[in-house]
């Protein structure tokens, strides 16, 4: 029988989200505002937390006021360095003074924007932590944020195929949560170091979650397809046997069955695949 076939492997791997990230605030502080429930989807830079900034806003308008205050007085200084009332260095130093104002203006500012915990991107928050009202330290945990637009699959291939892995591969991929649906993603890079102790590389694939049916985490069965021919020689499996000189057949020729020995490659469907020994359109032997 003349079949296409696809020279493939099997392989076990898990999903990771394409972007994804634990979200801590940087300071100490009450949480005044919860912007998210469980499980929104998001956009980049909208606001999820908001802590406790009313001391910081008030040294916020203060400085503001003290820089204005700094400009002025370097205004004043320079008209008076002009007409030589006042001496070059108390024009440097309201410059210097001004600079330093500023530079405070901005240290606050900076500390205000900790204050709020935005979005890095677009994706889902998992389940919210805290409460309204409940006091945290830097680095607590407040809501995981994933993208799931698109999930990377991780799977493990012996080393020896390295040199048959390649950007753009097919991954045919199976899940236990949906028996009997498969989905397909492709080979987008692979790792540049061979594992030492299990001898084997780590393919990466990107996979399509349009759906949003999968998620981080989920185990996945994978088949990775190498290549394809489309006029593969296919016999019955049941045909093909074993001896000590190698696999063989018997081929039908003349009215009777010779003896032939035979190079077998894939198996595929309850037939497999001979590469040398019979041609195309020769009977064989199935019992």
Request: proline share 2%; glycine share 8%; no cysteine.
């Amino acid at each position: 029988v003349i079949a296409s076939i696809e020279d493939r492997i099997t392989a076990v791997g898990s999903l990771l989200a394409a972007q994804s990230v634990q979200l801590a605030p940087e300071v100490n502080g009450r949480i005044v505002e919860v912007g998210v429930i469980d499980g929104q989807t998001v956009t980049a830079s909208d606001l999820l937390f908001r802590l406790d900034d009313s001391v910081t806003e008030a040294e916020l308008a203060q400085s503001e006021a003290e820089l204005a205050l700094a400009r002025a007085d370097l205004k004043i200084t320079r008209n008076l360095a002009k007409n030589s009332f006042v001496t070059e260095r108390s024009r440097e130093e309201a410059a210097a003074n001004v600079k330093v104002r500023r530079a405070k203006l901005q240290v606050i500012r900076a500390r205000l924007a900790k204050a709020r915990i935005l979005a890095p991107f677009d994706g889902r928050v998992g389940l919210i932590r805290v409460n309204l009202g409940e006091y945290v330290e830097s680095g607590a945990p407040l809501v995981r944020l994933d993208d799931l637009s698109t999930l990377k699959l991780d799977l493990r291939v012996p080393e020896r195929l390295l040199a048959r892995v390649r950007a753009g591969q097919t991954i045919r991929v199976s899940f236990d949560a949906y028996p009997g649906r498969e989905f397909e993603a492709r080979v987008e890079t692979i790792d540049t170091a061979i594992d030492d102790v299990g001898r084997s590389l780590v393919v990466r694939g990107r996979l399509a979650n349009t759906e949003q049916l999968l998620r981080p985490g989920m185990f996945a069965r994978a088949r990775l397809v190498l290549g394809a021919r489309n006029a593969a020689v296919m016999v019955p499996e049941e045909s093909v046997l074993a001896s000590a000189d190698g696999q063989y057949l018997f081929a039908v020729r003349d009215g009777k069955a010779q003896r032939q020995l035979v190079k077998t490659g894939v198996r595929q469907g309850g037939q497999i695949e001979i590469l040398e020994g019979v041609n195309a359109g020769e009977l064989v032997v199935t019992a």
